[in-house]
Every structure is written in C-alpha cells, then in structure tokens.
C-alpha cells in the first residue's frame, strides 16, 4: 500500500526523517519495501500577481500582461482569457523548466516582450485542467517558490500490510501507528457542518433485509451540489498514493475510503427509483452492469445494494453504471456501511472483482466508524461543490457488533517476551494504540477493550504482540530456550521409503513429485470398472482447474501424465517412480481413507543410446527384474506373480498382480494400447505400483542369514509339459513346498511352445539345485529327492516328462 508522507503530517508531526520513519514502521511491524521522493516536474516557477491587463495590439486573442513578484516586474503575453487584475498565479520566469523538456526564455510576440510565461495547471503537469491559468490562493506570498508553497513536494512509502492489520490500510492507521511509536499526539480530522433543507427521512429510506450480510448501512442526501474537477490540494493527495482523479464527488468518496479506510459511495439520487435503498441477498441468474461497463451474472448469496426495482450497486464491491454520478448530477445519496467480510470475500472471488472496496471490506473494516466516515465524506461534500446537506441521517443497525473485553495479565507478557517490561509501560502502549485499559483484582488482572478498528485483537496474546512490537523487538533480548535436545528418530514408515528410493536410484530410476489433484476424466482414460475402488474419487471444493478436481486414487495416471509431457519435449526413454499418497472417498461427512503408494514407470531404450548398445526396448520383464529386485534387498520372501484379476489399463497378456504371502500387494504390467492411444502416447509403457503401508509391514525388522554351505550343489533340469494356462509360479511353489531339505533353489530355464508341443501345451524347463550343509552328496541322494519332488509336482498338476527325464549335472 502506498502513503504519502504529507498526508500524515495532516494527523501527526513524527519528528523523523522519511528514512528513519520507515525504519520504525518496519521494526513496529508496518514492512516499509521502498521510500520514493517525489517532486514536481517543473522549476524556477513562483507565485505572482497580475497588475494590469490590457489588450495586444496586433492579436485578438492575446493579452499583455504585467505582472511582479513583489520585487520586480515583467511583461509578459497570455492568451488566457481567465485571468483578472490582482489575480495570484504560476509565472515561469526565463531560466524556468516546465514538463515537455521546455526551458522559458525571453521572446517577441506579435513585435511585444514577453519575460516569462502564465501557466495552467496542465503546463505544470499538476492536472488535466487546460481552460485557463491556474488562479493561486490570493495569501499566497509572492516571488516564493511554487514547489515550496503548494507543498509539491512528497515521501511515498511502499508499505506491506499484512492481511491482519485491516486498520492500517488508511491515512489514519497509520499514523496512529506513527503517533504510538513516537508518542506524539495524533490529531483526527474536523467533521463539523451544518445542516440544512429537509429532514432525511421525507426524502429517503433504507430497509435492510439480510441483517447477516449487512449488519449496519447508514446515508446522507446532500442537494444542490455541482459537479466539478477536485482542487489540487485532494487531486496531489490522491495520486500520491496511486487513485486517478475523477470529480470532486467520487474523488471525496474515495479521500475518506484512503483517510479513514471505510469504503463509501454515492449515487446520483434522481436515479434511485422510489427514492430508497433495499438491500438483500442476490436471486439466482441475477445481471448486472458495474461502473467499469463490465456486465456480470451476481453469484448466489452475494449483498445487493437495491433501489424499488433494480440493483444499483454489488454491496461492498462497486457501485452499478445505472446510478452513476454524472456531471450533471444535483442530489447526491451517499452510503457508508459494514458487509460481513466473508461475504464480499467469495463474491469478490467467484466474480474476479477484486477493488480497493472489496479489498478493504472482506479484511474487516470499523463497524463503529461508519458514521464518522460518512459525515467526514458529507462535509467535504458540501465544502468542495456548494451542495447543502439533508437533516439528520438514516443509521440501520440491526444487527449489533459487541465490543471484546480481554483478560490481560501483566506478568505473562515478560513471562513470553523474556522481558522486565514494567506494568505502566504496558498499559501506556495499550491506550496509545487507543486501548481501554481497566485495572482489577490489586492490577493483578486487568480488562483490555480494543478499539473496533482493531478487528485482529481477539485474545491476550494479541495484547502480547501489541506490546512486543511497539517496546520494540530490537530491545527482547536474545535468548537461547533451555530444552533437553533428543536425536531426531525415523520411524519405521520413513526407513522403508528411504530404503526403496535408495535402491530404485540404484537402478537408473530418477524420482518425480506429481501434485495429488488429477482429472475426474482419469479414471475413464485408465478405463477402471464401475465398481473398482479407484472411481472413489474425493472432489475439491474450491479446485484450481477442472484438470485438478479430484484427488488421485491411483499413482499410475501421475506417471502417465508425467510421461506424456516429457514425450512433447522430446524424451521417449524414461524411468521414474514416485512415492505419495492416494485417496478414496468413503461416506459423506467422513475424511478420505489415506493410503502410501509406491509407483514405477518404465519406457523406451533398455540402455542409452550408445553404438555398442542396439536399439533393444524395455519390456515387460525389464520392470519385473527391478520389481523383484526390490524385494530382493528389502529381504521380503514369499512374494508371488500372478495373473489373475489383471487390471483393466493393462495388457492382458504382459501383466500380473504381486502377492506377499498370499496378500495382494499390487500390480505390475505393460499399459493396455488403448490407454495409451487415449493419452497419445506411441511407445509402450511398462508400470507398477505397490502398496507402501502394506509394504512396510512386511518387511523384516531383522535380517537372518545362515552359513555357506561349504560343499558343492548337484543339478538336475527337467521340461514339464503343462497346460498352457498352468502358471510356472504354482509348480515352482509345489516343488517348495514339499519340504526337502536339500532342496537348494529351483528356477525357471527355458518356456517353449510350438513345433514338438501339442496346442494349448507349453514345455516349462525348470532347473533344480540340490546342496546340503553337512557333506557332499552322492548321486542316489540326489536322484532319491528329485524324483519325489517330480512326482508331486506331476501329481498336483497332471504334467508329463518332455524329453529325458533326468539331466544330470554336477558344479561346485
């Protein structure tokens, strides 16, 4: 927010210099983020007065002028038709610079002198105003410097008010602010006027239907007045702080809003039908058309500022184009109310309309301020057009602010602060910030009342705050807190990502963070069944994009989005995983059920794109090897792939679900081309994705571990011919479960169908490793085991031998 140095010294002389001002307000909580000195953009201009005019005699429409600063005299040609004898106005002497890079320089005009130039406010670069010279104030003193007797001169401090301090985004807050930290005395502006014409109440009326959106609405008529360019004095302190002039109507409107913070506005009252005000909550579909021309649908629920038969203003936010102050406006109604602050909140925000009103209202404006603003706003009125203010004023007040009293204990304050602040000092700076102050109990305790422009003091720990930053945070003593200082612990949840983000990088693999907002369409594009768990989706109520609605129940639609981008940018060989969360919606009124995921995507190039390397493209077992190498270094056993209940965006012949003890744990598997074609993608994508919660439970806190056993292995490979749907994990898990202790490991060697092997028939070549830990074992030993372990598996599964039975073969 922007203030102006001159317009403080209106309510307070701070005694500081605009450099060490802004370091108070900064160490008092008010961030000054820039100082700017600003000058006029003209020298060597003074004030002096006209002494004669008399016609040139070789042009109609010049006049020659002769003019003194009270010193000297000169002639000089105008062509102004403005002025008259013992007028007060701007000369540019010669030597003089004025805006457009123009030196003043003696001249011959139609064969007459002239030593200078009479300005207008235009040549000055003080307004817009061309139709004459600018006639100065006759108690001006003459040949002085305009820049110095104008006060032209200005200090403009970039302030940062943070969204609690709703007091200071005025003059007056903060120069209270400036008052309290120098302890000066602030001075509060003159309201006094008089009053004259008829009673208010003959004229106009207010009924306020939604007391919730607008507790309190108050107006003044003011007839007669005249619509006029503001005088430069309200003109230089509007633009100081970034507000265009308009008129003297609306500029006095928005001069208060600045000074004192409270919003107002005013209407053209002959286009009020019914003479009155009605305000009420907007109807579904409502329209209309606000001052910038802009017309708008109101949203539901937003303070409608109505006359007998239409909306004339959004309550808090602007007024309507309909009632608009025009030049030719005589009878002015104007408005200072209190909206409930959330309410023009969410309007603001559903209708993108975001004015210095609204930006005011929704923080919280002084409810018992309305008055003082509308009177301060009334006066200047009638001062600055020459209209006549109405009797009395309509002050609605259905629903009452209370005022907070807080419980305040002294000794609490040095107890936070580590401070010797002494209980006088305290309550000196609380009634400097405009604080009732009373004392109970042997001032043990005492009852602090804030003022209502303080809408941030709710609790006594405000109070603390306030002490705090005026006592000065630069004279709280550093102190380091006496606390007994524990190692930081992981817990076991934390070891386990940590541990699989370890080996997953280990494996070429870069981790990627998704945001956990997807796209409702997510689910179709994955084509998930209508009763699958992942359709749960939990809805955002106030999402950013439609693209970010819900919350993602799986990691996989993430990683194909992430793909998908990389792909436009030209990078088709990737490997990434992510670790987060996944959410499911469960019945209304009840949080989301949480869930930590694991999730892997893998696509493109096998190796890097080398000579020596070929062009091989990953595939389904390149993402199953890292899947088991993962369980592997997490000593997880018991971990099975199968391929039932495939997922429904996975290729049903390149995928499988991941069992740990028979417990499903997830999935892993190439996309389904459909899915890919979806999100126009051309390369295949392998992923999987595991349950982290479950994960992490399974894996062994300890590890176990047993001798290497010091004599060789014998094996013996064997082609079983199985039915073609028989998975080799279920005969690989037979042959475990026989219980054979010198059953070592047994693994899959060969898979073949074709010529040799009857349709719906594959040969499985498994590869069986015997070894035991207490002696070398013979040949017949071996055969012995083997043979029975054959048998179950050919009983259980109705297999056959293909080829030799027994391959024999011996290693160390």
Partial sequence: MLISMRWIKDYVDAGLTPVELAERLTMAGLEVDAVHEISPPFTGVVAAKILSIKPHPKADKLSLCQVTTGKDSYPVVCGAGNIRSGDVVP???????????????????????????????????????????????????????????????????????????????SIIGVARDVAAITGRKLRYSDSTFSENGDEINRITSVEILDPELCPRYSARIIRNVKVNPSPLWLRLRLEAVGIRPINNIVDITNFVMMELGQPLHAFDYNFLEGGRIVVRRSLPGEMFTSLDGKEREIPEDTVLICDNAKPVAIGGIMGGLNSEVRENTKTVFLESAYFDPSSIRR??????????????????????GVIRALNRAAGLIADLSG????????????????????????????????TTIDRHKMEEILTSLEMTVNKTDGDELYHVTPPAFRVDITREIDLVEEIARLYGYDHIPAKLPAVNVMPATKDRKKIIEDRTREILVGNGYSEVINYSFISPESVDIL??????????????????????????????????ETYEKNTRNGCLDLKIFETGKVFFHQRDGELPLEENHLGCLLAGLRYDDLWYAGDGQTD?????????????????????????????????????????????????????????????????????????????????????????????????????????????????????????????????????????????????????????????????????????????????????????????????
């Fill in 91 to 169: 000369l540019a002497k010669e030597g003089a610079t004025i805006p457009g890079g123009i030196t003043i320089k003696r001249s011959v005009i139609r064969g007459e002198v002239s030593e200078g130039m009479l300005c207008s406010e235009k040549d000055l670069g003080l307004g817009g105003d061309t139709a004459g010279v600018m006639i100065l104030p006759d108690n001006l003193t003459l040949n002085c410097d305009l820049t110095e007797s104008l006060d032209l001169k200005d200090t403009i401090f970039d302030i940062t008010i943070t969204p609690n301090r709703a007091d200071c985004l």
């Fill in 347 to 368: 309007s603001a925000k559903k209708m993108g309309m975001i004015t210095e009103s609204s930006f005011r209202f929704e923080r919280g404006v002084d409810p018992m």
């Fill in 387 to 418: 209209g006549e203010i109405c009797k009395n004023y309509i002050d609605q007040y259905p629903k009452k602010i209370e005022t907070i009293v807080i419980p305040f204990r002294p000794e609490r304050v040095n107890e936070i602060l580590g």
């Fill in 527 to 560: 084509a998930l069944e209508k009763n699958d768990k992942r359709r749960q989706l939990v809805r955002i109520k106030n999402p950013l994009t439609e693209d970010q609605s819900v919350m993602r129940t799986t990691i996989v639609y993430s990683l194909l």
């Fill in 620 to 812: 389904f077992y390149d993402l199953k090897g890292c899947t088991e190498n993962l369980f592997d270094h997490l000593k997880i056993a018991d971990v099975s792939f199968k391929s039932d209940n495939r997922q429904a965006f996975l290729h049903p012949g390149k995928s499988c679900n991941i069992y740990i003890g028979g417990q499903f744990i997830g999935f892993l598997g190439e996309v389904h081309p459909n899915v890919l074609a979806r999100l126009d993608l051309k390369k295949r994508v392998m992923v999987f994705e595991l349950n982290m919660d479950m994960l992490t439970v399974t894996c062994p806190d300890k590890l176990l571990y047993k001798d290497v056993s010091r004599f060789p292995s014998s094996s013996r490979d064997v082609s079983f011919l199985v039915p073609a749907t028989l998975e080799a994990d279920e005969i690989i898990t037979f042959a475990r479960e026989t219980g054979e202790e010198l059953l070592e490991k047994v693994h899959i060697f060969d898979i073949y169908t074709g010529k040799g092997v009857p349709e719906e028939m594959k040969s499985l070549g498994l590869s069986f490793s015997y070894r035991s830990a207490k002696r070398t074992l013979t040949d017949l030993e071996v055969n012995q085991v083997h043979s029975r372990i054959v048998k179950r598996i050919i009983s259980l599964t109705g297999a056959t031998i293909r080829g030799e039975e027994n391959q024999i073969k011996s290693g160390a």
